[in-house]
């Protein structure tokens, strides 16, 4: 029902976060949308895979790319790996409250107990 520039994550519902890739990726620096939900099950699920699979500690994010409407994986190393460059409210990173429960309940109506759940893990 959505008709504004925001994008989903359709593992967990949450709004996808912009984000700026580096330069030395395949998208050159270009904008991309990623799931930066640490409960997203695709992310979860993405940490036993990959020990399962290639026996290395590593996950990866939903990630979306507006400039050709691909999804795909995005590889992280850690929970807070590649957050640094996360481009939406980095200037209020200090803030103690969840600002990310403010965006996301203002862009695809997101049920309050799931951003409690989101907060207890930070
Ligand atoms: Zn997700």
């Known amino acids: 029902m959505s008709c504004t520039a925001r994008f989903e994550c359709p593992h967990c519902r949450t709004p996808l976060t912009p984000w700026d890739s580096p330069e030395l990726t395949s998208w050159a620096g ?21 020990q399962e699979h290639f026996n290395v500690r590593a996950s990866y994010r939903h990630r979306f790319d507006p400039a050709t409407g691909e999804t795909g994986p995005l590889p992280v190393w850690s929970p807070g790996a590649l957050k640094d460059r996360i481009v939406e409210r980095a200037e209020r ?24 759940e989101e907060s207890a893990h930070a």
């Open 30 to 50: 270009a904008r991309q949308y990623v799931c930066f939900n640490d409960d997203c099950p695709y992310y979860v699920r993405g940490w036993a895979w990959m």
């Open 93 to 116: 990173s200090g803030a103690p409250g969840s600002p990310r429960a403010e965006g996301a309940r203002r862009g695809a109506g997101v049920p309050a107990d799931q951003d409690e």
